[in-house]
């Protein structure tokens, strides 16, 4: 059974840096592009990025490049999603996600969700 | 970026009424397109891809059609577990990118 589960709820400050973290299990971790995707509160979804722990192939939105790092340790089989300087504006439910296709990708199996408060 | 449409933004159905959703991309996408479902407090779920494929264990009763810009998904009988908020999502080109989502709720 594939399995996604993601690293529990942060309370940060503005100006703090943070890594959530994402296993997967039940497939082969270096065979499948693995990414996150944000949801604010109350809001729909936005993809932020996704990477191949195959041979380290990333792609980010351009909402979202610059602003985070995607990493994965596939020794452990975990993704990573960081911040070097949280904002108000992270503040959201950031999903842990298996990409299905190589070409063409859609999401196929989903984490449970960490939950990202940003507040002074 | 192609911006997707999602219409109605709401929709109050009785239990076991045929449910028709709408999704409409800003330009051609082929069948490039999934769907899912987010239940409150829960994760969304796979449940079409290609435009008209189920995801596996999906039920029967969910079905994707349409191509190009134009879209539809629907659901041919409400169950209680169907009220939730539906979106789409476009993967033909980068970035990928999700409709608004549509709310189903219990009328």
């Known amino acids: 059974e594939v399995q996604l589960v993601q690293s529990g709820a942060e309370v940060k400050k503005p100006g703090e840096s943070l890594k959530i973290s994402c296993k997967g299990s039940g497939y082969t971790f270096t065979s499948y592009w693995i990414g996150w995707v944000r949801q604010m509160p109350g809001k729909g979804l936005e993809w932020v990025a996704i990477m191949y722990p195959g041979d380290s192939e990333i792609r980010y939105s351009p909402s979202f490049q610059g602003h985070v790092t995607i990493s994965a340790d596939k020794s452990i089989s975990t993704a990573y999603l960081q911040w070097s300087s949280l904002k108000a504006p992270d503040a959201a439910m950031y999903y842990c996600?298996?990409?299905?296709?190589?070409?063409?990708?859609?999401?196929?199996?989903w984490g449970q969700g960490t939950l990202v408060t940003v507040s002074s | 970026e192609i911006v997707l449409r999602q219409l109605p933004v709401t929709l109050s159905v009785s239990p076991g009424e045929r449910v028709t959703l709408f999704c409409r991309a800003s330009?051609?996408?082929?069948?490039?397109l999934a769907w899912y479902r987010q239940k409150p407090g829960q994760a969304p779920r796979l449940l079409i891809y290609g435009a008209s494929t189920r995801a596996t264990g999906v039920p029967a009763r969910f079905s994707g059609s349409g191509s190009g810009t134009e879209f539809t998904f629907t659901i041919s009988s409400l169950q209680s577990d169907d009220f939730a908020v539906y979106y789409c999502?476009?993967?033909?080109?980068?970035?990928?990118?999700f409709g608004g989502g549509t709310k189903v709720e219990i009328k």
């Open positions: 996600v298996r990409v299905f296709g190589s070409a063409l990708m859609w999401f196929d199996y």
């Open positions: 999502q476009q993967y033909d080109n980068w970035p990928l990118t």
């Open positions: 330009r051609s996408i082929s069948r490039n």
